[in-house]
Every structure is written in C-alpha cells, then in structure tokens.
C-alpha cells in the first residue's frame, strides 16, 4: 500500500511513519509537513510547504495512494482559531482536493473526549465518499524507542503507562500504527476507534 502521512515531525505522525516503514505491507510514504521529519529511508518521500492549506487540486503529487493518516493536530489550551484551522480547515481541505476518493481510506487523528471542533471534523469526513473513514480517539500512548518526538508531558505521562494500560486507557504507539495498517489493509466495522479497538487491530496484523 502507498500511505499519506501528515505530522511526521508530530509525535503520533512520527511513531505511525516509523512503524509504516518497517511493515512489508507499506510500499511507499508520503510526507506531507511544514519542515522535513529528520527521518531518511526508501520509502519516504517528503512533501515540506508552509501551511497546507497551500495544496491543492490537481496536485500530482497527491495521487495514486491508497489512504491518508492524518496525524496532524493539536490538544486543547490553544488559541481557538489557531486549533480550528490544524484540526478542522485543514483536515477537510485535504480531503476535498484528494483525488479518486473511491478508492482511499482518510484516517484522522482525533483524540479520547474529543470536542467541539474534532467531532465537526469526524462528521464531516465520514460524510464524503471515501472508500472508508476512521477517526481515532486514543489515550495515553508509550512512544517508540526511536522517536524523537516525546513532549515532556508525554514523557510525564508514560511514567502511569502501566496502570492506565491495565484500566485500557493507554496504547504503545506501534500499535497505533500498525491498527491504522490493518484499517486500510482489511478495514473495520467502526468508524470512531477507541483504545480497546487499537489494540484488536494491531493485534489482527501481527497474526
């Protein structure tokens, strides 16, 4: 599968892209992102422009993949307008200007209690016709030996991983990127994905 990547240089988008590179089932990854990931392989191919609201339609770039991951976002305690346009005007942007929509997966990350302006989005994606949507709302998430992504809150956090995973409020980030895989390989019969489903999908792929 061909895979579109947004915020590689993100801590979610870097654990799903270093986990995609390493799968056989990943042919090649798009980078789409405002500065290169710091990440150099094969099947990596970057796409760095300002603001990503500059794509558009017809970009030849953009064509012949088989789904988006969208892991581009922010969390609340951020200017209202600046949230709306990371995590709504851009996500649907994309979508709009994607072409062959029949034929791809959008996968958008959104986040466990998801607001206002996320469940907009959800809405909106899984309005279009797309081969098939998800959108993900997950918890706490153990970051990958190799990123290099991990804000201190993150970091902070994982210091409970043990004792949210055992109440399922937590994931290992491979497994968010390998569940994103199984999404679009085999697809799967919800479209909002919790903690528990990240886990059953990533599951099904190491089989």
Known sequence: MK???????????????LTALERSEVEHVLSISRRPCGISHPKLEEYVLPDLMQLQSGDELLAGYD????????????PRDKF????????LHLANI?????????????GEGAGKVKRDTEKALFAMDFKASYSY????MKPMEAQKNS??????SNRWYKVAKFFH???????????MIECVKNGYDKKLIGIKDIDVLADRLKV
């Open 3 to 17: 895979l579109i990547i947004t915020g590689c240089t993100g801590y979610v988008g870097e654990g799903v892209l």
């Open 67 to 78: 789904a988006v991951l969208f892991c581009a976002g922010m969390t609340g305690g951020f």
């Open 84 to 91: 709306k346009t990371i995590c709504h005007d851009i996500p």
């Open 169 to 179: 409020f937590a994931n290992p980030m491979e497994n968010i990127g390998l569940s």
């Open 98 to 110: 994607l072409p062959n929509h029949q034929d791809l997966t959008y996968i958008f990350v959104s």
């Open 151 to 156: 804000p201190k809150t993150i970091k902070m």
């Open 137 to 140: 709302r997950m918890g706490i």
